[in-house]
């Protein structure tokens, strides 16, 4: 973004100010003279640091000539220079004909209007014009210098000219600047709008981190003055172990408020992006003319959407859970056994693990579970529940299928998910805690179809089930001389082993083969035919 009538690099009026993808603007000349930022053999793209926020950005493979020229900063540098009179070039530039596009100074201005030829000419002050200095100016092709830029391309997303249409664009569709820029223009305010909103939410974020830091502070003073009241009971050793747990506190405040800092940082870096974005959008949209947003709104659509992409915390990463345990035993000091150790029950998502038989399977409308197990970042249990336990399970071929679990506090740092599937097939499990993954997470989950009941008998062999019964059949195939249709003892077709009738499954405790009562008949009919 362009602050100002000068290029922010060399301090000078600008130079063919080009609009880099972080919407800050560089003079053509300070750009080419940046040192690239890729690794040594990579020619296909070049990187620069941007000199105004650090952020690293690709040039485009054309080079500095590329990037998006920047009207709007050659809009201010011109108001900031005081632009001259065309025609006598002594006055200062006080109006503009609209007919002649022609910058007038006062004197001119009022011999324009009294002279014959351009008495009916609309001759309007420059302060009542909109960017005095860029807006009424026709900007030309530069494939076609003689040609004003009076068209936009949809195919290729740029101004042209007539000669273009004709030409490269040829079979382009493409409208008049006049009536895309109602699209286009509505798309980057949708754009403005949504990062506006997140704006608001980073500094609420901001505000919470700088009220946690403080609270991480104040805690951590009130814990200090707890271990030196309990070690002034001892003589050296306690007053050793009170400078042994000063550094483990200090250590711990310094570990959550690096967090808290770092946090902090990331999310400042990003609001100022988001401002960045905003501030030269809302420029843009208000300073720019039709053309100007439409030759910008490119790059500005990409940078605001990106922006709009960053996932960020909402809540501080850590918390002030920094506690005082004067009953716990720390071991001997100074041949003394002392009593007191610093408690960080700060829950680990990286250490938190889970725990359950049929954590990969399940079976369709089916009630299943696992177990989570939640432990601090030295691996310990935390033995305390409400945290933020959050988990989703998503169907990865059918993105509108999630299952909804249920997740109960056990209240001793283990939480118990549980949830039903409705649809067979392979699922994504994410566990978050706090927003992070826990181990293992996420995992796959394949839900297989419901659990297919035995509809038959579990026997030996058909003639002892029946009875003796000619026409009973058996799933197996079996079958008897003398017209028995179904199994027997060393008989043909006999598997040798109790079975079930309904699908000759040999397992007792089994899923049946048959997809439904209705298909035994003929599963038994077709296996004794083909045996």
Not at 166 to 176: C, S
Not at 252 to 268: F, I, P
Not at 304 to 325: C, E, M, R, W
Request: aromatic share 6%; glycine share 8%; proline share 5%.
């Amino acid at each position: 973004m362009s602050a100002g009538p000068r290029c922010p690099v060399c301090a000078e009026p600008w130079v063919s100010p080009r609009l880099l993808p972080c919407l800050h603007s560089l003079c053509a000349p300070c750009l080419r003279r940046l040192g690239p930022l890729g690794e040594p053999g990579r020619a296909a793209t070049r990187s620069v640091l941007c000199p105004v926020c650090d952020a690293e950005v690709e040039l485009p493979p054309g080079g500095v000539g590329h990037l998006t020229p920047d009207y709007l900063a050659l809009s201010r540098g011109g108001e900031a220079a005081a632009a001259g009179c065309d025609l006598c070039a002594d006055g200062a530039a006080a109006g503009r004909c609209l007919t002649c596009r022609v910058d007038l100074c006062l004197f001119c201005c009022q011999a324009h209007r009294r002279q014959k030829k351009t008495a009916s000419h609309a001759v309007m002050e420059l302060e009542n014009i909109k960017d005095c200095n860029q807006s009424g100016k026709p900007h030309f092709c530069p494939s076609h210098p003689t040609e004003e830029l009076r068209l936009f391309c949809e195919q290729c997303d740029q101004p042209v000219c007539q000669d273009c249409i004709v030409d490269r664009h040829r079979q382009h569709p493409y409208d008049f600047t006049g009536r895309a820029i109602h699209r286009h223009g509505d798309a980057l305010r949708e754009l403005l709008k949504n990062t506006q909103q997140h704006m608001g939410t980073l500094e609420d974020v901001l505000g919470q981190i700088d009220d946690m830091d403080s609270a991480v502070h104040s805690r951590a003073e009130a814990v200090a003055t707890e271990i030196s009241l309990f070690a002034s009971g001892y003589v050296k050793a306690i007053e050793e172990h009170r400078d042994r747990l000063m550094k483990q506190l200090e250590d711990l405040k310094v570990q959550k408020e690096n967090l808290l800092h770092l946090q902090k940082a990331q999310l400042e870096q990003l609001l100022l992006d988001m401002r960045t974005g905003v501030e030269f959008t809302e420029r843009l949209l208000t300073s720019g003319s039709d053309l100007e947003i439409l030759i910008t709104k490119g790059v500005v659509a990409r940078r605001l959407a990106k922006l709009n992409s960053v996932a960020y915390n909402t809540h501080p990463s850590v918390d002030d859970g920094i506690q005082f345990s004067p009953q716990e035993r720390a071991g001997q000091c100074c041949g003394y056994e002392v009593f007191g150790a610093v408690l960080n029950k700060v829950v680990d998502p990286a250490r938190c693990t889970l725990r359950g038989e049929d954590l990969h399977s399940a079976r369709q409308n089916q009630l299943t579970g696992f177990t989570l197990l939640c432990n601090d970042t030295m691996g310990e249990p935390m033995r305390r529940g409400g945290e933020a336990v959050w988990v989703t399970i998503t169907h990865t071929d059918k993105r509108d299928c999630a299952v909804k679990p249920t997740v109960c506090d056990n209240g001793d740092g283990t939480y118990h998910i549980s949830y039903s599937p409705e649809e067979p097939g392979l699922y994504a499990v994410c566990v978050y805690v706090k927003g992070q993954h826990v181990q293992s997470s996420p995992f796959t989950l394949m839900v297989k179809n419901k659990f297919r009941e035995h509809q038959g008998v579990f026997h030996c062999c058909t003639f002892c089930s029946s009875g003796g019964q000619k026409a009973a059949r058996c799933a197996c195939g079996g079958t008897m001389p003398g017209g028995y249709q179904g199994c027997g003892h060393g008989h043909k077709g006999h598997p040798g082993y109790p079975h079930w009738s309904c699908c000759g499954q040999v397992k007792e405790r089994s899923e049946c083969l048959v997809v439904s009562p209705s298909d035994t008949s003929q599963r038994s009919l077709l296996r004794t035919v083909a045996l």
